[in-house]
């Protein structure tokens, strides 16, 4: 097996679910983030024993500027659970999405003044490039969480660094963006010791490339599962991933 296809593997299980945010209209010109990762960023948080609470803070509620491409590749309004057609299988919850695109349209930092969604699933390349078909978005960046698995064995997580490293290389080359910013959640639990979960958090802090920054998920409340973040933690992501873009992405200004 070739190492790209060693990589194609891992890459493929790590897209388990992702979303692209966009902001703009229909038919207009749209900002578009593509959040990618694992359930965390999916959204679990208010889902417990299988079942979501529903409970939807004021920090993610829908609003007629913010969309989501569909699993039918559809252009909709976002609403809670953003992943519900696309993380199937699973029961879906709160994420991150919703408060970072409030926050992106809160700050009048938007050029169009509107926020969509992706759904990206496995396929992250093909969905985003069939998220700009209409020709009226810009994709501004990848807001990333995922790492929790690669902490189950030593091995995964000592070759994590370099295996990320050639991954941002590889989607900055396909979309054919190669200065695209990608904003990366430093993990706060995982499935495996805590050895290899800090050993994962030190890889993701020590990939020193100008376009990517971390924002650091350890401190914030856990289900009780004690791996997938609460409501109110997915809402404090959401913020930090929003200001880390603004403060850190002038070109968004």
Same mark, same amino acid.
């Given at each position: ?19 692209t ?5 229909n ?52 609403r ?5 057609d696309?993380?199937?299988g ?8 919703? =408060? ?21 699933y ?80 030190? =890889? ?12 650091? =998920? ?23 991933? =929003? ?11």
């Amino acid at each position: 097996m070739s190492n790209m296809f060693k990589l194609m593997t891992w890459f493929s299980m790590l897209c388990v679910t992702g979303s692209t945010l966009v902001l703009g209209r229909n038919n207009t010109a749209k900002d578009i983030f593509i959040l990618a990762g694992q359930s965390n960023m999916a959204g679990r948080g208010g889902v417990n024993h299988g079942k979501w609470d529903g409970n939807i803070p004021p920090e993610c509620k829908p609003k007629r500027s913010i969309l989501r491409f569909t699993a039918n590749l559809d252009w909709e309004v976002a609403r809670e659970p953003l992943h519900v057609d696309i993380d199937i299988g699973k029961v879906c919850g709160v994420g991150p999405g919703m =408060a970072f695109a409030n926050e992106i349209i809160r700050s009048h930092r938007s050029r169009t003044g509107i926020i969509g969604f992706v759904p990206l699933y496995d396929q992250l390349v093909k969905r985003a490039n069939e998220a700009l078909k209409d020709g009226g978005g810009t994709i501004r960046a990848i807001l990333w969480f995922q790492g929790e698995s690669d902490t189950v064995n030593k091995d995964d997580a000592e070759t994590y660094k370099g295996k990320m490293v050639m991954l941002i290389e590889d989607l900055c080359l396909d979309l054919n963006l190669p200065s695209l910013p990608f904003i990366q959640v430093v993990l706060a639990s995982g499935e495996g010791t805590i050895t290899n979960i800090e050993m994962v958090r030190k =890889a993701q802090m020590g990939i020193k490339m100008k376009n990517v920054k971390c924002v650091d =998920a350890k401190g914030l409340p856990l289900n009780a599962d004690n791996l997938h973040l609460t409501t109110m933690s997915e809402v404090k992501l959401g913020l930090k991933l =929003a200001y880390a873009f603004l403060l850190s992405f002038s070109h968004f200004h």
